[in-house]
């Protein structure tokens, strides 16, 4: 079963859970999402997979996972990356953030590591992970967020609202 790695709110690493108990029992853990833009400056989305426990059927950012207890949080995004969609680009960490979200049984209780790249082509999709894909802007995103908030994971919002700031550097 896959563990992640618990914190404190300093982001230092105190432990690690397997991932379920984290997410039931609202334990603090690290996160890392990742947003692969095109040359357009679109963003790929995914479709959660049905499978998913957390959040399945929702449009999200490219991917997201957990890093493991004392691996580099970059090789593990880039490893997800290619697990989920199949991708292998360059991912630069732009900014991190903490939250807490509440879905049915499970917490999301997380310091949120964000990742960007760029890429062009086509994804191969885990189906066990996501289901669908497509290319959309920020600011189309951005309108269907406001008129159709249940289609997309909470942290996407969160993301995209914090993303302006960092996009600059």
């Known amino acids: 079963m896959r563990k992640v790695t618990l914190i404190n709110k300093n982001n230092k690493a105190i432990g690690e859970s397997e991932i379920y108990e984290a997410h039931i029992k609202a334990k603090l853990h690290r996160a890392f999402s ?13 479709k959660r997979s049905k499978f998913k426990p957390i959040a399945p059927y929702l449009w999200s950012n490219t991917c997201c996972s957990h890093p493991r207890l004392n691996k580099d949080i970059q090789k593990e995004a880039k490893q997800r ?5 199949g991708i292998t680009c360059s991912l630069k960490e ?25 890429f062009n082509g086509k994804p191969i999709l885990n189906k066990k992970e996501a289901s669908d894909w497509k290319w959309a802007s920020p600011k189309a995103i951005k309108k269907d967020l406001a008129g159709s908030p249940e289609k997309y994971t909470h942290w996407l919002k969160m993301i995209l609202d914090k993303l302006p700031k960092y996009a600059k550097k």
Not at 34 to 46: A, P, T, V
Not at 109 to 114: G, L, N, Q, S, Y
């Open 34 to 46: 990742i947003l692969l833009f095109n040359k357009k400056g679109e963003i790929m989305l995914q």
């Open 81 to 85: 990356l290619k697990y989920e969609m």
């Open 94 to 118: 732009i900014f991190d953030f903490y939250y807490k979200i509440q879905y049915g049984y499970f917490t999301e209780h997380e310091i949120d590591h964000v990742f960007v790249g760029q």
